[in-house]
């Protein structure tokens, strides 16, 4: 078993935003979670990456119980994510906003920095070496030197991509990766989710966009109103009646 | 690489500059004026590594400067220390005191960071204001030497005291800039990019912000116990409120998260307020426009505007393609709505 969220409950004072959801990742596996506006996707994935902290219930990693891990140490043992606005520094270089996506794995301070120690010459190398790497996975090789504010939108997805990447994770949260995005842009990204599978990274992601997921996930879980109403393969999510109702069939409310 | 000697050229002659100008400008005066906006850089450096690197604006660095001041003055007159101790012992004791109320002050955020260390800088400068027996209250501290000799090398001179200071400036510019261009500095960068994705990243985010807190009101202590030795008197008022919304100014119209802001800011403030002496408090309708106009302008002050135009000039000759970025752009926005109408 990888990650299983065990009985998950978050209330934010009268609201309950996710009831009672048990769902597990499955490794190397492109998982996704669908629902409405509202179903509380976002919740579940802040409780499962560690952003907040369940009213009840448990999320475990690998056999440990990470529920109450801050979001860092979280990050130490191999859980990434990114988040639906991609908050770059505008004004550095797109390698130099993925350097520091490896720091995590590095153990020089503030004193090996002033003094430039040997230690930190061989951590900033290892931290551009990573970059430059990662860079390279999500095909990003040509704008390196470009600054982050004057990149395209599907540029700025796959720099967050890297720097998720950057920190050498086992499994990569992706909140909504394809919003704001055109259809050609979203393959680019489902055959980046595709390769970051083949290397042995578990996905698991949030998204609207319902034929990218139908496509790409193995297995997918729809929330509504908090609870989980349909998990499974993609056939078996488009046959099912709830989800129907609740999500496909519905009006442009959806 | 032209454009980075090019750089180092011009880093060059200011140092040189710097160190000829005793000797270009023979008048006291202005030695002095030069010397003590030097401190005040210093100082400045001290915050912007805090609030231009990550984030976080601390009001209270006014009182980090008394406390260095003071902890010189008390070491030094009071306790009869030597000199170079005491200074190294007044920066221990500021960061100390910094690393106790960063404790405290840290877990707040944005506005209530500031506000929460405004009062924390107004409660130090109503401590020594108020604790006659130990600073000597509103009569303040007077006596206090100049930096001992080393060696051969006397600091009684004005002039050797300009060379120190700036000894010491350079010293924070180097310290500041290996900080800056470092993996540590890009951890500072990311959390003032945004806390929420540093910490997912893996980025301790309290344990980085403590130290960068620390780190800042060492080099306000240093600066503090600087002016203590050079300007041989301190009052109670070097803490009070309105010093550190000088501090700000220098750094906001130098430029914040910039590495030459503070300097530039400060020199360019403090010469232009000596020279508008005759104005008195007037002078306050010069600044305030100022300030109104280079933050609306240029976020980044007088450092950020020319690193604005000089991109500007390297974008013309290199002809970026600023039009394909607006086209992809507004027609994600399209695709994403009919995508909406589809499911």
Redesign the interface.
């Given at each position: 078993m990888f990650i299983e969220a065990k009985n998950l409950t978050k209330q934010f004072g009268g609201l309950t935003a996710v009831k009672d959801v048990n769902f597990e990742i499955e490794k190397g596996k492109i998982n996704a979670i669908i629902g409405p506006n509202g179903a509380g996707k976002s919740t579940f994935f802040n409780l499962v990456?560690?952003?907040y902290i369940p009213t009840s219930g448990q999320v475990i990693y690998k056999g440990k119980d990470i529920t109450k891990l801050?979001?860092?140490k979280i990050?130490?043992l191999g859980v990434?994510?990114t988040?639906q606005t991609t908050?770059?520094?505008e004004q550095?270089t797109v390698l130099?906003n993925v350097?520091?996506?490896h720091?995590?794995r590095?153990k020089?301070?503030?004193l090996?920095?002033?003094l430039?120690t040997k230690r930190?010459k061989k951590?900033?190398k290892k931290?551009k070496d990573k970059a430059m790497e990662v860079l390279d996975f999500v095909g990003l090789t040509n704008i390196t030197d470009q600054l982050a504010g004057?990149?395209?939108?599907?540029e700025k997805k796959r720099v967050a991509f890297a720097?998720?990447l950057?920190?050498d994770p086992e499994v990569v949260f992706l909140d909504e990766p394809a919003?704001?995005?055109?259809?050609g842009?979203t393959e680019g990204l489902a055959e980046l989710m595709k390769k970051m599978v083949k290397r042995g990274i578990t996905v698991c992601l949030i998204e609207?966009?319902?034929?990218m997921i139908m496509k790409l996930a193995d297995k997918i879980m729809v929330l509504n109103y908090g609870e989980k109403i349909a998990e499974g393969s993609s056939e078996e999510i488009m046959n099912n009646q709830d989800v129907i109702e609740a999500y496909?069939g519905g009006d442009?409310s959806? | 690489m032209p454009a980075m000697t090019k750089k180092s050229i011009a880093l060059i002659v200011l140092i040189i500059g710097a160190m000829v100008i005793p000797f270009i400008i023979q008048n006291e005066y202005w030695l002095h004026i030069l010397t003590l906006s030097f401190i005040w850089s210093i100082a400045v450096y001290g915050l912007n590594i805090l609030a231009g690197y990550t984030g976080y604006l601390s009001l209270a660095h006014a009182g980090f400067f008394a406390i260095g001041a003071y902890a010189l003055g008390l070491l030094t007159v009071k306790a009869g220390l030597n000199y170079w101790v005491a200074l190294i012992l007044a920066c221990i004791i500021t960061s100390g005191i910094g690393l106790l109320i960063g404790l405290v002050a840290l877990r707040t955020r944005e506005h209530f960071f500031a506000i929460y260390t405004l009062c924390v800088g107004y409660v130090i400068y109503l401590v020594i204001d108020k604790w006659d027996s130990l600073t000597g209250g509103v009569r303040g501290l007077i006596g206090i030497p100049a930096p001992s000799n080393i060696g051969p090398i006397s600091f009684q001179s004005a002039i050797s005291q300009y060379y120190l200071i700036l000894f010491f400036l350079l010293a924070t510019v180097v310290v500041m800039y290996r900080i800056v261009h470092s993996l540590t500095g890009r951890t500072f960068i990311a959390i003032r990019n945004s806390e929420e994705l540093a910490q997912t990243i893996g980025i301790s985010t309290m344990k980085n912000k403590l130290t960068v807190f620390v780190l800042s009101t060492f080099f306000a202590g240093l600066a503090g116990a600087l002016y203590a030795s050079f300007i041989r008197f301190i009052g109670p008022d070097i803490g009070y409120t309105t010093i550190i919304f000088d501090l700000l100014t220098y750094l906001l119209v130098g430029g914040i998260g910039t590495l030459a802001g503070p300097v530039v800011g400060t020199i360019l403030i403090v010469s232009v307020s000596q020279s508008l002496q005759f104005l008195q408090d007037y002078r306050m309708l010069i600044f305030g426009p100022m300030l109104t106009l280079i933050i609306i302008f240029y976020p980044r002050g007088i450092v950020g505007m020319v690193s604005e135009w000089k991109m500007k000039w390297f974008n013309k000759k290199k002809k970026a393609p600023a039009e394909t970025w607006k086209s992809t752009y507004s027609d994600s926005e399209d695709v994403r709505e009919d995508k909406v109408k589809e499911g």
């Open positions: 990456s560690g952003s801050p979001p860092n990050a130490e990434a994510r988040f908050n770059l520094f550095a130099d350097i520091v996506g720091r995590l590095t020089s301070n503030l090996d920095a002033v430039r930190y951590e900033e931290c004057s990149i395209t939108q599907e720097l998720a950057a920190t919003a704001g995005i055109n259809s842009e609207h966009k319902m034929q496909l442009a959806a | -």
